[in-house]
């Protein structure tokens, strides 16, 4: 079973930068597209940045030029890395494997991490 571990989480500044880190505890994470996923409370969880085997990218719109997500396939770990960090921005943050089709991240139901909390306040 795929364990994916998330880190990196915690309480920052407006203006300031996290990094965040997800492990994948077996191999098919170095092909395999991969999605960080974000959950307010009272809102539905919605998908952050998202990359291919690759490395190609995408993002959502409110996080553009703010964050980038890498991946490691050497160390089955993708990064999310978070400037210009915004309260809004405030959320769990989960890492899942997922798949692309037409053009469109979808996650995997059963590969999911346990969540890192991000919170954005001064």
């Known amino acids: 079973q795929v364990q994916l571990v998330e880190s990196g989480g915690g309480l920052v500044q407006p203006g300031g930068s996290l990094r965040l880190s997800c492990y994948a505890s077996?191999?098919?994470?170095?092909?395999?597209?991969m999605g960080w996923y974000r959950q307010a409370p009272g809102k539905q969880r919605e998908l952050v940045a998202a990359?291919?085997?690759?490395?190609?990218?995408n993002y959502e719109d409110s996080v553009k030029g703010r964050f980038t997500i890498s991946r490691d396939n050497a160390k089955n770990t993708v990064y999310l890395q978070m400037n210009s960090l915004k309260p809004e921005d405030t959320a769990a943050y989960y890492c899942?494997?997922?798949?692309?089709?037409?053009?469109?991240?979808?996650?995997?139901?059963?590969?999911w991490g346990q969540g890192t909390q991000v919170t954005v306040s001064s």
């Open positions: 077996i191999g098919i994470f170095r092909f395999n597209p």
């Open positions: 899942n494997a997922g798949f692309f089709s037409d053009g469109s991240y979808y996650p995997m139901d059963d590969y």
């Open positions: 990359i291919t085997g690759g490395g190609s990218t």
